[in-house]
């Protein structure tokens, strides 16, 4: 326990002074965010806020993860390497997503074929690498099986199986850049979800099947580092959401969203709960839904009738509400709500399958 609690206090410590230092950094070099003009007109001020802040949040997890393992003189896993990996490859993508948007001074970045072309990419090496290097009781860091709370008996081909994880990798890294719409949501929404799976990291390696073996116990490899992984993801979330929150000195960028996804992700397919995820990160799911409802109905409706009709009056839904005349702050502690709701029915549900089984 000691070794995860290092791990989150650590990444909060870097995070909160490494983004008072990065804030300095972007704004000498003019790195500040341009804001598109279809969005809310009341986002004109944010113009110039310091962004690709979402690099001290990987910098904070990388060295975190790396210290607690040298302080306590303990090697760091294949899991939680992969983790990292996955987490600092998806914010690459970001990186040169927002470099570009900053460089050329215009609102959008990489193409939406390049950007998805460089995530599938980062993401099939992830999930070929976490297919292999078992341990000695044959435990790949992922599972070939579709997993709910646990593996179920549904094991997928190879093939399959690379096209299911690449599907939740690449869902969840866009629905936290879908989420990343007002000062800390998607900061304080990752917190929440990453803190569950340091409580479900903790119980999986309290009845993993090496210690306690039994029909109840869990077959995961490395569950304690996946528990410390999430516990430095959240630490370092935390000290970036003290420059973060409204109104924000600095903002995470594709380089953060894209990077927290990934993270998410990592934890979901290393943990063996990938059907767990869209329930402990409900928010996120729910404000992705939104964005395809829209799309979908002004599509249909241009179709059928001519004229394009709207569910929300913007979408992703923070900006419905926005519109709406709900202030930014009402609309941000209202969703971290919902995601607080989410994450402890998905805990429960994950708690209770162990007490029902």
Sequence with gaps: MALILAAGAIAFVVAIFGTRIA???????????????????SHHTKRGTPTMGGAVIIVAVVMAYTLSHLLFWTPPSVSGLLALFLMTGMGAVGFLDDFIKVSKQRSLG??????????????????????????NRGLTPASQAVSFVRDTPLVLPLLLFVVFALLIIAGTSNAVNLTDGLDGLATGATIITASAYVVIGIWQFNQRCEAVPGPQCYEVRNPYDMALFAAALAGACVGFLWWNASPAKIFMG???SLALGGALAALAILTRTELLLPLLGGLFVIITASVMIQVGMFKLTRRLTGTGQRVFRMAPLQHHFEL??????????????IAGLCAAAGVGVFYAEWIVS
């Design 324 to 337: 709406k005349g709900w202030a930014e702050v009402t609309i941000v502690i209202r969703f971290w709500i």
């Design 23 to 41: 804030i300095g950094i972007l704004v000498s070099h003019g790195y500040g965010q341009l804001i598109r003009d279809d969005g809310p007109t």
């Design 110 to 135: 990489l193409r939406a074929k390049a950007k998805l072309a460089g995530q599938a990419v980062v993401a099939l090496a992830f999930v070929l690498l976490a297919t292999q290097f078992p341990d």
């Design 254 to 256: 594709d380089t953060g």
